[in-house]
């Protein structure tokens, strides 16, 4: 099949669903379809080895520059920007489907001609939902979700069939025995330290002020627990001055946003992944990506996080949403059973090769695709 995936994003920044669109790219690729990119201009690009994944990049006009009406807003207009400059270059290609990852790129099967061939699924990573999505939707053939949680999120909008096809991680860059020693030695990791890793956006959703007040508990007194904090992002200095606050900055160490493909080896200089995020994440791609490493985790018990994790303990350690005591214990525990942490991190491994890798990912797309309403089934039911 000619498939294309349609994210202004993709070729300008990094985050999950860009992960996910150029992962899933080379993995149909690989299973001898012929894929598309679609993006905005920018120099992003996956390492793409020798596949035959065709990038298309366009100018568009960024989000900030249009009035300040609203994030939702902005977001439209800059994928309004950008489908002027691809409209026509899309219809011509003639993909047998087209794949969207946000509801404020709906609007794109109305840019296409009567009867054009191309169909559209949406690949849902979140709830960036906007006025008007629902009526755009009626022409999106096929609904995806990340996860169990997502589903459920976009099957109360949309009031539809949601399929699952949970998000994947790359577990040959992301697996464990990756240990570097003198990496940890640098970063001011001694080798006694048990080392809690956190990587994403340094946003207040993420909760790392309630991981950092987990630190300065009485119950991690005279442990030996240090923080790991990779990622850049508007609450680093409010972050660093509570920290300072509470006596535990030295604790801390504050590393730069890296590449995705750097990532890795940052998770290898760690003992256990730290995820406490107050937001409703869809799946926590992150939090796969360190459970591949071979890390336990320990993760606030929220959205599709306990999807990714289990719920059983075998992989690590879910709290209540925003239980900083909770947190705290299961950071104690951890500290003091190397032979646990070493035993959930092996099943949190074989927990992600099982359930979450990109291969099943795209085989899940590909049958969520080939089991969708024949195309004069789908179309009697839209409105012109």
């Known amino acids: 099949m000619k498939i294309a995936f349609i994210d202004v994003t993709t070729t300008v920044s990094f985050g999950g669903v860009q992960t996910a669109v150029w992962q899933l790219a080379m993995v149909l690729a690989d299973l001898g379809h012929q894929v598309t990119i679609y993006g905005g201009e920018g120099a992003i690009r996956a390492d793409l080895g020798a596949r035959a994944v065709t990038v298309q990049t366009y100018p568009y006009t960024p989000r900030q520059r249009f009035p300040n009406f609203g994030t939702r807003f902005r977001k439209l207009a800059e994928r309004l920007s950008f489908a002027r400059q691809a409209r026509s270059d899309v219809i ?40 008007g999505d629902r009526w755009l ?12 949680f997502n589903a459920q999120q976009n099957y109360s909008r949309y009031k539809r069939l949601v399929r699952v096809m949970f998000n994947g991680v790359d577990t040959q860059r992301f697996k464990p025995g990756q240990r570097d020693r003198e990496r940890r030695l640098s ?16 946003i207040g959703l993420k909760g790392l002020h309630l991981a950092i007040q987990a630190l300065a508990s009485p119950v991690l007194a005279g442990k030996s627990a240090r923080m790991l904090i990779v990622g850049d992002g508007d609450a680093r200095p409010g972050l660093q001055a509570q920290a300072k606050k509470l006596g535990v900055f030295d604790r801390i160490v504050f590393h730069p946003a890296v590449s995705h493909d750097q990532l890795p080896t ?110 004069g089934d789908d179309r009697s039911r839209q409105a012109p």
């Open 137 to 148: 939707a009626s022409r999106i053939s096929v609904l995806l979700a990340c996860s169990h």
């Open 92 to 131: 011509a290609a003639g993909h047998d489907w087209i794949i969207l990852t946000k509801p404020f790129d709906f609007f794109w099967p109305r840019l296409m001609p009567a009867l054009h061939p191309s169909r559209f699924a949406f690949m849902s990573g979140g709830t960036d939902f906007m006025s």
């Open 266 to 375: 940052l998770f290898a200089c760690a003992d256990a992944g730290l995820f406490p995020g107050l937001g409703e994440e869809a799946f926590g791609i992150a939090v796969a990506e360190a459970m591949a490493c071979g890390l336990p985790v320990v993760a606030s018990y929220n959205g599709g996080m306990p999807e990714v994790v289990g719920n059983e303990g075998h992989c690590g350690q879910l709290f209540n949403l925003g239980d900083i005591d909770a947190c705290a214990q299961a950071m104690a525990e951890l500290c003091d059973a190397a032979d646990t942490r070493k035993a959930m991190g092996e099943a949190a491994r074989q927990r992600i090769e099982t359930l979450f890798t990109w291969d099943l990912a795209a085989r899940r797309l590909l049958a969520a695709l080939a089991n969708a309403p024949a195309s």
């Open 187 to 202: 970063l001011g990791f001694q080798a006694d330290d048990v080392v809690f890793a956190f990587a994403g956006r340094l």
